[in-house]
């Protein structure tokens, strides 16, 4: 269990932060901007749950908890030295990633297919989870950068993948199940 008993600790005034391994790295190295951008899409989530209730709430409150996992798992590099560390990793889980997909799927059941692009809106609601599903596809693709050059747990980039389809579809529930979904209409301002 984490234990903050003082918020900072000017050990990185110089632009370095410390990983889950105890190594340090720049305050912009991939992996940081990688965890950092899974924080903000937390942040985000964080925003929309002002607007849910009932069983959506509880499904972004399980949400938030897997991001935190989620960042865990990222700032701790080097997979292959788990086994030798003091204490197991935390590191994401296919069945995490199976539950989102259990959810979209229940979610989506019931929703006319769509027969256009969606325009970012609606509900506030739906316009928050709009924004987490912008925000985790950019976390998507910084993980996917990391992983380039870097060990990534593929549970971690195929939760952050199934995360922001799973905002796309909650936005359609939250918009009456796509009835007021705002859609794009191609080149009607020209």
């Known amino acids: 269990m984490v234990v903050l008993s003082k918020i900072y600790t ?10 889950g391994d105890g190594s340090r790295v720049a305050k912009h190295s991939a992996r940081v901007e990688a965890y950092g951008t899974v924080d903000e899409t937390n ?7 002002l607007h849910a209730s009932g069983e959506m709430d509880a499904a ?27 204490y197991p990793p935390l590191r994401m889980i296919d069945t995490q990633v199976e539950r989102l997909e259990t959810e979209i799927d229940a979610m989506n059941k019931d929703m006319q297919p769509l027969r256009s692009f969606i325009l970012p809106g609606g509900t506030p609601l739906a316009a928050h989870l709009h924004l987490s599903r912008t925000v985790s596809r950019r976390a998507e693709r910084l993980a996917t950068e990391l992983a ?3 060990d990534v747990n593929p549970a971690a980039i195929k939760y952050l993948n199934r995360l922001s389809d799973w905002c796309f579809v909650a936005a ?7 009835a007021e979904d705002v859609l794009w209409v191609p080149g009607a301002n020209r």
């Open 60 to 86: 972004l409150a399980r949400i938030q908890n897997d991001l935190f996992d989620l960042g865990a798992d990222l700032c701790r590099p080097n997979r292959a030295a788990d086994a030798e560390a003091e």
């Open 148 to 150: 380039t050059s870097e």
């Open 10 to 19: 000017r050990t990185g005034d110089k632009g370095e932060t410390a990983l």
């Open 172 to 178: 359609r529930a939250a918009n009456k199940d796509g």
């Open 43 to 49: 942040a985000t989530i964080g925003m929309a749950r």
